[in-house]
């Protein structure tokens, strides 16, 4: 596939290694190349199977808008941006093309959720619960997309909105802790990312599977059918 990736950060560059290693054809844009989306012009959008974003919050709705007017599909691992979700799946559709997002890309993560979901019955049976997630200092966002996607799916199954704690320190990847406390036990589920590779592997799955198809998605779609 032809790739476009948007980002120069270190998962960016990580997506871009991958995508090379599985012999796709990549171009990267970083944010001075792409001031206000003005890159991404027809010509340049033209040959790209998928586009990929990993910028900030504060520039990927303009190029989110770009693409999806070019009829591009786009995979979104940007986060930070959820508040405009109703109206990106009616620009979406409107056009006809693919676009997939998703708090967190890892494999790892989307089978923590899965556990945190069956564990959330807990709360029915007088648990207490908590998240906690640590990031590296530089992070700008807190809480983490991803505390956010654990929190909203807990309450989704339990009824209970947990609070979020959040830790900005060193280099830490992402550490997300979910504590369930009752009088008589505690249960903690907790993953620790080694490093961002994770994220990069399952941000081009996610590409190759949004190839050709049309519609909003997240990534658990791709994770279910990858299990």
């Given at each position: 596939m032809n790739l476009l990736l948007l980002g120069r950060g270190k998962t960016g560059a990580l997506v871009a290694e991958v995508a090379r290693e599985r012999k796709h054809d990549v171009r990267v844009l970083g944010a001075a190349e792409n001031s206000h989306a003005a890159a991404l012009t027809?010509?340049?959008l033209h040959p790209v199977d998928v586009v990929i974003d990993f910028t900030t919050p504060q520039a990927v709705l303009e190029n989110i808008a770009a693409c999806t007017r070019?009829?591009?599909?786009?995979?979104?691992?940007?986060?930070?941006w959820y508040d405009e979700l109703q109206n990106i799946r009616r620009m979406v559709e409107l056009a006809g093309t693919g676009f997939l997002y998703g708090s967190n890309f890892s494999v790892g993560v989307n089978l923590f959720f899965d556990v945190a979901r069956a564990a959330a019955a807990a709360l029915r049976?007088?648990?207490f619960g908590q998240i906690f997630e640590r990031h590296y200092a530089r992070k700008k966002d807190a809480?983490?997309?991803?505390?956010?996607?654990?929190?909203?799916?807990?309450?989704?199954?339990?009824?209970?909105?947990?609070e979020i704690t959040s830790f900005r320190e060193g280099e830490v990847v992402g550490m997300h802790e979910l504590v369930l406390d009752s009088p008589e036990?505690?249960?903690?589920?907790?993953?620790?990312?080694?490093?961002r590779r994770g994220f990069a592997q399952g941000a081009v799955r996610?590409?190759?599977?949004?190839?050709?198809?049309?519609?909003?998605?997240?990534?658990?779609?791709?994770?279910?059918?990858?299990i």
């Open positions: 027809a010509d340049l070019a009829g591009k599909n786009m995979v979104v691992g940007t986060t930070a049976h007088e648990y809480p983490s997309g991803t505390a956010l996607t654990l929190r909203a799916l807990i309450e989704k199954v339990s009824g209970a909105e947990l036990d505690t249960i903690y589920l907790c993953h620790d990312a080694k490093s996610a590409a190759e599977w949004l190839k050709g198809k049309n519609g909003c998605f997240e990534f658990k779609d791709v994770w279910r059918s990858l």
